[in-house]
């Protein structure tokens, strides 16, 4: 097996960490969707948005197994444990270049996921309003009908004692 130079792993990072920023800023375009979708009218496009959520994650899933196995192979190659180490390694201008722009990524990345988990707490707190707005509706309906079967009259066919009856 020939290792790559640590210019090529860091263009593949780059690369990969590249289509993971993508991927979360459709994530957060989704999500800021679905805090608009929490309402009574929006359940079944919620639902739809969801489902489309989940997609992206898996998408960001593939992407991170091949971000950690390229991530083993640069540092194997470099002799060193962790990605921050990279600055005390010596590097060609492009490797610099490269490892600069996976910071810089990663540090935008991080902004990303904080604002889709701030907005995902934002909408939990929502739904949990709509869920409660919902039980305080059901129970409405339940002792309205408790009620209404309170007062229904019962059946028509009482019998009469009172008949006049010609002989």
């Known amino acids: 097996m020939s290792l790559m130079l640590p210019e090529k792993y860091i263009e593949i990072l780059n690369g990969l960490i590249s289509k993971k920023k993508a991927i979360l800023l459709d994530i957060l375009t ?21 489902k489309e959520k989940q997609l992206k ?10 971000f950690e196995a390229n991530c083993e192979k640069l540092k194997d190659s470099l002799g060193i ?9 010596k590097l060609g201008e492009d490797a610099v270049k490269g490892a600069r722009q996976l910071k810089s990524q990663t540090a935008e990345i991080l902004d990303v996921i904080r604002n889709i988990s701030e907005m995902e707490k934002d909408n ?5 309003r709509l869920l409660d707005h919902f039980g305080s509706e059901i129970k409405k309906i339940n002792q309205g009908k408790k009620a209404n079967n309170a007062y229904k009259s019962g059946p028509y066919n009482v019998p009469s004692y009172f008949l006049d009856k010609k002989k």
């Open 57 to 66: 994650i898996d998408e960001i899933d593939k992407l991170d197994e091949g």
């Open 81 to 89: 444990s962790r990605l921050d180490q990279l600055d005390a390694v």
């Open 124 to 128: 939990g707190l929502k739904s949990k």
């Open 30 to 50: 989704l999500t800021g969707a679905q805090s608009d979708a929490i309402t009574e009218d929006g359940m079944d496009r919620l639902d739809g948005l969801i």
